[in-house]
């Protein structure tokens, strides 16, 4: 099946720094990779994905690039702030609906 | 549009014990999954519906966990019996159909002493 591995698993940076969170997978036929913020005690909930046929997604402060050749995708928010202190993940999934995680970025945005 | 109910939100029990795990998917949603959140391990995912049918169960650890899905609006997860490590967040999704978004519930948070 699908293995998802994501770096770094810890990421501090100052207020109004920029972030970048990268996973890599392994099955060359997935083709849809979205990214999910969780809240210490909440749910994961979904902040941006990409499909295969698009190399670039954008939505204010967050934006998603994917590399098909390389098998990997970025996560990159601009401008950040301390309410973007969370646990990120991504993942990848396929036809199939076989949808696998990364193994989290604790991400920690000091004021 | 209430969103994935899951229930309970927490559960202690004594290892040996059953435990049965409920979800109530998004109405009109195909597809059902449930993950294990544990600090060591992540989000793993143990087993996904499409239509009401098991697809892949292979993240299922050992044969004390099953899940069922008898129709589009209620799926279980039950461990037989329980032990410690099974100790974790259990989370159920669902999606509209295939390779689309998933949406959470809020988890249930099992502890076995």
């Known amino acids: 099946g699908e293995n998802v591995e994501q770096h770094p698993s810890t990421l501090s940076v100052q207020e109004g720094d920029s972030a970048v969170i990268k996973c890599t997978y392994s099955?060359?036929?997935?083709?849809?990779f979205p990214w999910y913020k969780q809240e210490l005690g909440k749910r994961p909930q979904l902040i941006i994905d990409i499909r295969s046929n698009v190399g670039e997604k954008k939505d204010q402060r967050i934006a998603v690039t994917l590399n098909k050749t390389a098998k990997h995708f970025s996560l990159h928010i601009t401008e950040t702030q301390p309410e973007d202190s969370a646990v990120y993940f991504c993942?990848?999934?396929?036809?199939?609906?076989?949808?696998?995680f990364g193994a989290g970025t604790r991400l920690t945005v000091k004021p | 549009d209430a969103g994935v109910i899951q229930s309970p939100r927490h559960e202690v029990t004594e290892m040996g014990q059953e435990v049965t795990l409920r979800c109530k998917p998004i109405s009109g949603h195909n597809s059902l999954f449930w993950y294990r959140q544990t600090m060591m391990r992540g989000l793993e995912l143990l087993i996904y519906f499409n239509n009401n049918v098991p697809i892949d169960d292979s993240g299922m650890p050992e044969d004390r966990f099953s899940a069922k899905m008898p129709n589009a609006s209620f799926s279980t997860l039950k461990i037989q019996p329980s032990e410690p490590r099974d100790s974790a967040v259990y989370f159920c999704?669902?999606?509209?159909?295939?390779?689309?978004?998933?949406?959470f519930g809020s988890g249930t948070q099992l502890s076995v002493l």
């Open positions: 993942a990848a999934s396929r036809d199939n609906n076989d949808m696998r």
């Open positions: 099955d060359s036929a997935s083709n849809y």
């Open positions: 999704a669902s999606s509209p159909t295939y390779n689309e978004k998933l949406f």
